[in-house]
């Protein structure tokens, strides 16, 4: 049997289909897991950094 190594797309816990979501706190809307958020997930508040702006006291250092 041969495994196929996946290329490192995405971290192994957040798989295509089953990503967590969140929902907005600016828009209330819901959003889904992105790669670009892998490194602080836990700290995104925000569907996009246009409605992070948008409140404005929320902000990271950084
Ligand atoms: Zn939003």
């Given at each position: ?5 996946e290329p490192?797309?995405?971290p ?12 907005c706190?600016?828009?209330?809307r819901?959003?889904?897991w992105?790669?670009k958020?892998a490194?602080?997930?836990d700290?995104?508040r925000?569907?996009s950094?246009r ?11 950084g």
């Amino acid at each position: 049997m041969t495994r196929r190594r996946e290329p490192d797309a995405e971290p192994p816990r957040y798989r295509k289909g089953n990503l967590p979501t969140k929902v907005c706190a600016t828009c209330a809307r819901p959003f889904a897991w992105r790669r670009k958020w892998a490194r602080d997930w836990d700290a995104v508040r925000h569907c996009s950094e246009r409605c992070r702006r948008a409140r404005g006291r929320d902000a990271p250092s950084g």
